[in-house]
């Protein structure tokens, strides 16, 4: 059973922020603010007790280096999604996939008790390139597959800022290319359609992958970072630290993740710059209301449907970036959106 928000009661509380970007050495400064969790009136009840959550429970200290922003983000995953961790009724199996001479990547693959093999979803977790795993996003991608009776395929691709972009999307594009070829073995059938799915940095990687390997069926983009310029009127207005992934959040994801700015301007990381559309599978875009990135799904749908490809948009309203990994806490809107994908998948 989901831990309910409206359990959990309400308070102001101090909440790091992020104040200061030291690119050289990877280390986020951050500095504790008392917030106001009432000045945007739009936060949902799950959103104010994930916020009450963080700052009772992992308070941050004056600088987090990157191993310990990893680590703290297992952590936080493991306790909000404690009460949901090993519910899954079906299999999972570990296996590696050859990525290049030298590199073998780990995968998961996670098929329901009652599994349908009509299709199958390859899913990359988010966490801004440069931290959270399969393991942090286990939970959900059990639900979706219990939810779909299909099987989904976690990949674990390498992160930033150890292996800056193209390697993360290599990774991701290399592994979609085999399991496509090969999809018999994987637990797929010669008539199964084959999906990419991805959550925040993940939903780029899907949607930058359907650019690139040929023959997927269905893209799942659940509040995706389209285009690293940050222009959009959203990335201006959701810059506050009750809004947990803010500008600054998002600079410092960039700088790790990318090697310059010309990876910026790179189609294959800002797929906003892409010259055509045409051609890419059906798209389910899963937004956040109060999240920065919200215009970007926005102006993605747009491309996409002036290309004539097959969309659907639902927003998730009063809700802010990263719940779709938090069941645990984040139970109407993680309901929202398994419902969601569970209808899209359905009407291919």
């Not at 990135?293 to 290309?307: G, T, V």
Request: hydrophobic share 40%; net charge negative.
């Amino acid at each position: 059973m989901l831990a309910k928000a409206a359990d959990l009661s309400i308070n102001t509380h101090s909440f790091p922020s992020l104040s200061e970007i030291n690119d050289q050495n990877a280390v986020l400064q951050l500095e504790s603010e008392t917030i106001d969790m009432t000045k945007d009136q739009r936060l949902c009840d799950e959103a104010l007790a994930y916020a009450q959550f963080i700052a009772e429970n992992f308070p941050a200290p004056k600088s987090l280096t990157l191993e310990v922003m990893r680590q703290r983000s297992e952590n936080v995953h493991a306790k909000i999604n404690e009460k949901l961790i090993g519910t899954f009724k079906g299999t999972e199996e570990e296996r590696k996939i050859k990525v290049d001479e030298n590199t073998e990547i780990p995968i998961t693959i996670y098929t329901p008790a009652d599994v349908k093999k009509d299709m199958m979803v390859l899913y990359f977790h988010g966490g801004g390139w440069t931290q959270c795993s399969r393991k942090t996003h286990q939970t959900i991608v059990n639900m979706l597959a219990d939810a779909t009776k299909t099987i989904w395929i976690s990949v674990e691709y390498r992160l930033s800022p150890e292996y800056k972009f193209p390697i993360w999307l290599d990774d991701a594009c290399e592994a979609t290319r085999q399991i496509l070829a090969n999809k018999n073995d994987y637990g797929a059938d010669e008539t199964t359609k084959i999906g990419v799915a991805g959550d925040s940095a993940g939903g780029l990687i899907a949607a930058s992958v359907c650019h690139t390997v040929k023959g997927l069926d269905f893209q799942i983009l659940v509040y995706g970072a389209f285009d690293f310029a940050g222009n959009t009127e959203s990335y201006k207005e959701f810059t506050r630290p009750e809004h947990i992934l803010t500008p600054q959040v998002l600079s410092w994801f960039q700088t790790n993740a990318l090697r310059d700015d010309n990876d910026a301007k790179n189609p294959r990381a800002s797929v906003l710059l892409y010259e055509s559309f045409q051609g890419l599978p059906p798209c389910l875009f899963i937004v956040a209301e109060l999240d920065p990135l919200r215009d970007d799904s926005y102006e993605y749908q747009k491309k996409l449907e002036q290309a004539g490809v097959k969309t659907k948009l639902v927003l998730v309203n009063n809700i802010i970036h990263s719940f779709f990994s938090l069941p645990g806490i984040y139970e109407k809107a993680c309901g929202q959106a398994i419902e969601a994908v569970t209808e899209f998948m359905n009407s291919l």
